[in-house]
């Protein structure tokens, strides 16, 4: 499965930010998903994670309570609704699937990776 995020952009603290991840050349209910991110200088971290049901959901601490994964299966879109952001949010985002049940939080469960929409947040 190939897959395309987008909806980055420039938001200011506080501000919203709803990423999008499509998918094709595959089904993207076979997989679970996950969103990653690089900030400048920094190791690529987990974000949050999406069960192929979409009934499972995990999320780094960092962003519970302000962000939320979700899924549309018959859309083959992922999505990740990003409120009150704050600076250190600023990263490149990534999203990546898996053939797996539930989600994870290793980005090397994940075999397919998007190329990456950055999203900036000013103070």
């Known amino acids: 499965v190939q897959l395309q995020a987008s909806g980055g952009g420039l938001a200011q603290t506080g501000g919203s930010l709803r990423l999008s991840c499509a998918a094709s050349?595959?089904?993207?209910?076979?997989?679970?998903v996950g969103w990653f991110r690089q900030a400048p200088g920094k190791e690529r971290e987990f974000v949050a994670t999406?069960?192929?049901?979409?009934?499972?959901?995990a999320y780094t601490d960092s962003v519970m309570g302000r962000f939320t994964i979700s899924r549309d299966n018959v859309k083959n879109m992922v999505y990740l609704q990003m409120n009150n952001l704050k600076p250190e949010d600023t990263a490149l985002y990534y999203c990546?699937?898996?053939?797996?049940?539930?989600?994870?939080?290793?980005?090397?469960?994940?075999?397919?990776w998007g190329q990456g929409t950055l999203v900036t947040v000013s103070s």
């Open positions: 990546a699937a898996g053939q797996l049940g539930v989600g994870s939080r290793l980005a090397r469960d994940f075999g397919s």
């Open positions: 050349g595959g089904t993207l209910s076979l997989y679970a």
């Open positions: 999406i069960s192929r049901s979409g009934g499972s959901t």
